[in-house]
């Protein structure tokens, strides 16, 4: 796709309806603009506005090649504390749902 963004919008009602029934809830990559453009959404920007939006306590990524690394050491990032998710968040100036995590 041509272009690619962060989500403007998560339908939270729509997913905690199907998280209550007990369903998995998958989201794509893909999203659309109020014009009917296709969007890419990176997934990190998807996953973290969405658990924003529900109030997740966690985000569970599942790669299949690439990983997180720490830049300083080249190692594999396995897990991260919250306060450090925020700091990268913030250094990334990445908005979740429409709270700014950097302010």
Same mark, same amino acid.
């Given at each position: 796709?041509?272009?690619?963004? +962060?989500?403007? *919008?998560?339908e939270?009602?729509? $997913?905690?309806?199907s998280l #209550?029934?007990? &369903?998995?809830? @998958?989201l794509?990559s893909?999203? /659309?603009?109020? %014009?009917?453009? +296709?969007? #890419?959404v ?6 973290? %506005?969405?658990?924003?939006? $529900?109030?997740?306590? *966690? @985000? /569970? ?9 720490? =830049?300083?050491? %080249?190692?594999? /990032?396995p ?10 968040? *913030?250094h =990334? &100036?990445v *908005? /979740? &749902?429409?709270?700014? @995590?950097?302010?």
């Amino acid at each position: 796709y041509q272009f690619s963004g +962060m989500p403007r *919008k998560v339908e939270r009602e729509a $997913i905690e309806r199907s998280l #209550n029934a007990g &369903d998995i809830v @998958i989201l794509t990559s893909l999203g /659309v603009s109020p %014009s009917g453009e +296709m969007f #890419n959404v990176p997934s990190e920007g998807l996953s973290s %506005s969405v658990a924003g939006a $529900i109030g997740a306590e *966690k @985000i /569970v990524y599942y790669l299949s090649e690439g990983a997180c690394l720490r =830049k300083e050491s %080249s190692r594999v /990032v396995p897990a991260l504390r919250l306060t450090e998710a925020r700091e990268l968040l *913030k250094h =990334k &100036d990445v *908005k /979740v &749902d429409s709270w700014h @995590i950097g302010g």
